[in-house]
């Protein structure tokens, strides 16, 4: 399962919506861009650009811990401090 938040601004913090899909290609469909373009951007394999400036993904499930918490580049470094 895979947990997408939807910004109101680039800082992302301000939270404007948040969704739940059993697939990222349906969370792809709902912004409108190409799974592969997700996908790569989850992965860190290219740079947000575009609606990605205004989201994070991640992904949960029921062996993960994470589920229903948002892990950006600064939840990661602030988890990694506790």
């Given at each position: 399962m895979w947990l997408l938040t939807l910004y109101a601004d680039t800082a992302q913090t301000s939270v404007a919506a948040t969704w739940r899909f059993h697939r990222m290609k349906d969370a792809?469909?709902?912004l409108g861009i190409k799974p592969?373009?997700?996908?790569n951007t989850y992965?860190?394999?290219i740079r947000k650009r575009g609606?990605?400036?205004?989201?994070?993904?991640s992904k949960c499930g029921e062996r993960r811990a994470t589920?229903?918490?948002?892990?950006?580049?600064?939840?990661?470094?602030?988890?990694?401090?506790k």
């Open positions: 792809a469909a709902v592969s373009q997700l996908s992965h860190e394999l609606i990605l400036e205004y989201c994070a993904i589920c229903g918490r948002v892990l950006t580049a600064r939840g990661r470094q602030n988890a990694a401090a």
